[in-house]
């Protein structure tokens, strides 16, 4: 945290800047996204009351949920561009973390729906940033060129 918050980003080359957002309150921001995320993953998977077979899906949903952040973090670093927190996962883990607590729908019910939301969307989400990459570079994916000699 020390070398984060007390390295200056004037330092970086504007090259290396890209369209990121700099500075100490951005540097805040990502902070607090991903204390809310550990703070609902805490809240739902602390739930006592579980189901047969809910603690799986639980934790299966979280860690998709976090790969999905992770995977645009990187992502956006990579392009240089500024983070903009999934929205849309987060909500799907805040309704999991609601429900665990409040206990308005069967939370194994919640926990597989989540799931396949999240497994669909983080397929969607990845197809999309593999077909831009290759788009942009001119590649095809999963594919090899035979050398032309």
């Not at 800047?17 to 309150?25: I, S, V």
Request: charged letters at 15%.
């Amino acid at each position: 945290m020390r070398r984060v918050f007390l390295n200056s980003w004037t330092k970086l080359p504007a090259a290396e800047r890209g369209h990121k957002e700099l500075g100490n309150a951005a540097r805040l921001r990502h902070l607090v996204y991903a204390l809310v995320l550990m703070a609902l993953g805490a809240i739902y998977l602390a739930d006592d009351k579980l189901k047969r077979g809910q603690a799986r899906l639980a934790t299966l949903l979280y860690g998709i949920v976090y790969a999905i952040v992770a995977t645009q973090l990187i992502m956006d670093h990579m392009c240089k561009e500024p983070f903009r927190p999934p929205l849309f996962p987060m909500a799907v883990l805040a309704t999991a973390a609601l429900n665990s607590v409040v206990e308005l729908v069967d939370a194994r019910m919640v926990a597989a729906g989540g799931v396949a939301i999240m497994i669909a969307y983080y397929g969607v989400y990845v197809s999309t940033i593999v077909n831009q990459v290759c788009a942009f570079l001119g590649v095809k994916c999963f594919s090899i060129a035979p050398k032309r000699g």
